[in-house]
């Protein structure tokens, strides 16, 4: 039996639309052995997930992240927790978590490898989703230009796509599919039309994204 061409096209389509549906949310439940812990984390620059844990979570042989959504099925991640200190180079994925979400609630830090992922019945390598960031290099200075000189266009824009009336938004990160934006309780997510795949070009194509 074939699958329809339909079908065909959807399957196509299921690492792109699993990696959308991870980069929509900051936080997930961890399952950890038999324990589950509410966390938040970031995305590292090279795809790999941030987040604050304690050593329960890190000495655990079995741990997977599930990420619930009304709206879309739910992705489940298995994940390989690799502690590091916050220090040196390390310091900076430490930093940026806390960009996103503020005082961390666990004294510990780990990388989160992502092994698998299961979404939409469908079985994913890792690497569908644990992707490197291009647009890592000119995250910091655009991040910094729009917070600077266009927060008004953010506010605006939050309000238009998302109907979100913000206090004080900053934009905390920058991906080919979006930018993240710190809230006053959350981080909310502005997608873009078409992913940006020509680095140099991403400051024209955000600035002009958010000015309409």
């Known amino acids: 039996m074939t699958n329809s061409p339909q079908r065909d096209e959807e399957l196509a389509h299921f690492p792109e639309a699993a990696l959308l549906a991870l980069r929509r949310w900051t936080r997930a439940d961890l399952r950890h052995d038999e324990l589950t812990t509410p966390i938040r984390f970031a995305v590292a620059p090279d795809g790999r997930l941030i987040a604050a844990v304690n050593a329960d979570m890190l000495s655990a042989g079995d741990c997977a992240l599930s990420i619930p959504d009304e709206t879309e099925p739910q992705l489940e991640l298995s994940v390989t927790l690799l502690g590091f200190e916050a220090i040196g180079g390390a310091e900076s994925n430490s930093d940026r978590w806390k960009i996103y979400h503020g005082t961390p609630p666990h004294g510990k830090w780990a990388l989160l490898d992502i092994d698998m992922a299961r979404f939409r019945g469908a079985i994913l390598d890792g690497d569908c989703l644990q992707q490197t960031n291009p647009l890592a290099g000119t995250e910091p200075r655009l991040c910094g230009l ?35 934006i710190r809230n006053r309780f959350d981080v909310v997510r502005l997608e873009f039309p078409e992913p940006i795949t020509d680095p140099t070009l991403a400051e024209q194509i955000v600035l002009a994204f958010i000015a309409q």
């Open 146 to 180: 729009l917070n600077r000189e266009h927060s008004d266009k953010v506010h605006a824009t939050l309000r238009s796509v998302l109907g979100v009336e913000a206090e004080d938004p900053r934009v905390v990160g920058l991906d080919p599919l979006g930018l993240d």
